[in-house]
């Protein structure tokens, strides 16, 4: 079993940043490929990031490429999600996930943990 925790959801404008954060607890956290997700309001939960065990493969969804940052530190057991220039179809809930994986993958089926979330809103 693997616990996961997410932090650093808030409130912002767009153009802004927030950092999030994930916090793994239990079984073997570097084995695993993380990953994050979002889920607007209605929609189902999409892909956003991806990170391969040791933090040498990432992976972004096309809208996020360039404005979003996924990274991992093995030593803390946490993972991160950097983003800047936020724009207000950012909107949702966050997700951090991990996949007992050697690759990246981008489906929501094969993610094996979730966390609870984090509510990100982008304000126009």
């Known amino acids: 079993q693997v616990q996961l925790v997410e932090s650093g959801g808030g409130l912002v404008q767009a153009g802004g940043s927030l950092r999030l954060s994930c916090a793994a607890s239990?079984?073997?956290?570097?084995?695993?490929?993380m990953g994050w997700f979002r889920q607007a309001p209605g929609k189902e939960r999409a892909f956003v990031a991806a990170?391969?065990?040791?933090?040498?493969?990432?992976y972004d969804e096309d809208s996020v490429q360039g404005r979003f940052t996924i990274s991992r530190d093995n030593t803390k057991n946490t993972v991160s999600l950097q983003m800047n220039s936020l724009k207000p179809e950012d909107t949702g809930v966050y997700y951090c996930?991990?996949?007992?994986?050697?690759?990246?993958?981008?489906?929501?089926?094969?993610?094996?943990?979730w966390g609870q979330g984090t509510q990100v809103t982008v304000s126009s």
């Open positions: 990170i391969s065990w040791s933090g040498a493969m990432t």
């Open positions: 996930a991990a996949a007992n994986s050697r690759f990246l993958p981008t489906k929501v089926a094969l993610y094996d943990y």
């Open positions: 239990g079984r073997s956290f570097r084995v695993y490929t």
